[in-house]
């Protein structure tokens, strides 16, 4: 099987999680732009950051044959340092609109204030304007209060339900996704958020139907092999394969290639590595033996 984990942090994670990754059947991803795990001080900091998701981190994946993809924008928690938010969705353009990017992303609220929900409102209608997918990250407390907020805003802001994405959802946020038409997002984390069996669990009671599995690994305690793992154990406990497919590859695909930035073809084509590439004069290589495959024949 291929997996698509549609929600990762790579850039908190090593060259070994790449190998892994790759070695498990996970073909793509996509990174969001995220919190750090420290507040950002200067608008600097974050054109950097953007940067290097966009360039540097898609060339790492590259190299162990694995296709990035990234969103772009400003996450919830540093929303309520409000004037450089204002800062950073000054310079959101510039970046929203490059190659690789799928989706604006991750936003919507943290501790649901007013901050928070000014640049949530921002986004949103940024990207109803061009016609764009939002990737929402949902409150870790007062999850189904957030979620249910965050679906009324896009509502009110006019956002196709189809663009929805909503990440980080539970047991008790999941109707409330689906009824609205949205995407209902799943991470899969260790010891939090949403573990592999009540993943299984919540696809054998609602079906496959927009439900997307991924695994939010960052610098935390996570998992990057989540979404593969969470698959080969819904096929022990009787999922049947073509849900597991859908819920582990299909919907994250058929979600994000709305921004036309996913060339399907080419994701489903065997990878060609060849890791004597550099990016800016760099090499994910330490001094060992470049990997360099035969072109595949047509």
């Known amino acids: 099987m291929r997996f698509f984990d549609p929600h990762i942090h790579m850039i908190s994670r090593t ?8 070695k498990a059947g996970i073909r793509a991803v996509i990174e969001p732009a995220f919190w750090i795990g420290q507040p950002r001080t200067n608008v600097g900091a974050f054109i950097d950051y953007f940067g290097q998701i966009l360039g540097w981190e898609r060339f790492r994946a590259s190299q162990f044959g694995i296709a990035h993809y990234c969103c772009i924008g400003l996450n919830s928690k540093e929303a309520n340092n409000e004037g450089l938010a204002r800062d950073v969705l000054e310079i ?10 799928v989706a604006i992303g991750e936003i919507g609220y943290d501790e649901i204030s007013a901050a928070e929900e000014r640049a949530y409102v921002w986004q949103l209608e940024f990207a109803r304007k061009h016609d764009m997918v939002v990737m929402v990250h949902s409150p870790h407390r007062d ?3 957030g979620i249910q907020r965050s679906i009324a805003v896009a509502k009110d802001v006019g956002l196709p339900m189809g663009k929805l994405v909503i990440d980080h959802n539970n047991e008790e946020t999941v109707q409330d996704v689906l009824d609205a038409g949205a995407w209902a997002a799943f991470t899969i984390y260790p010891h939090t958020k949403m573990g592999s069996e009540r993943m299984c ?5 609602y079906g496959p139907e927009r439900i997307i599995v991924d695994s939010s690994a960052d610098w935390g305690v996570s998992d990057p092999l989540g ?52 990016f800016s004069d760099n090499s994910v290589l330490r001094g060992q033996a470049p990997r360099v495959d035969a072109p595949v024949p047509n």
């Open 227 to 278: 979404v593969p793992k969470t698959a080969k154990l819904m096929l022990e406990r009787g999922v049947p394969l073509e849900q597991v497919e859908r819920t582990t590859w299909g919907n994250a695909l058929a979600a994000y290639s709305q921004s036309g930035q996913i060339d399907v073809e080419a994701l489903l084509a065997t990878p060609v590595i060849d890791q004597r590439a550099l």
């Open 15 to 22: 060259t070994d999680d790449y190998e892994s990754m790759a």
């Open 143 to 145: 999850k189904k209060r």
């Open 92 to 101: 959101l353009p510039r970046f929203a609109f490059k190659e690789g990017v």
């Open 201 to 205: 669990e919540i696809v054998k009671r």
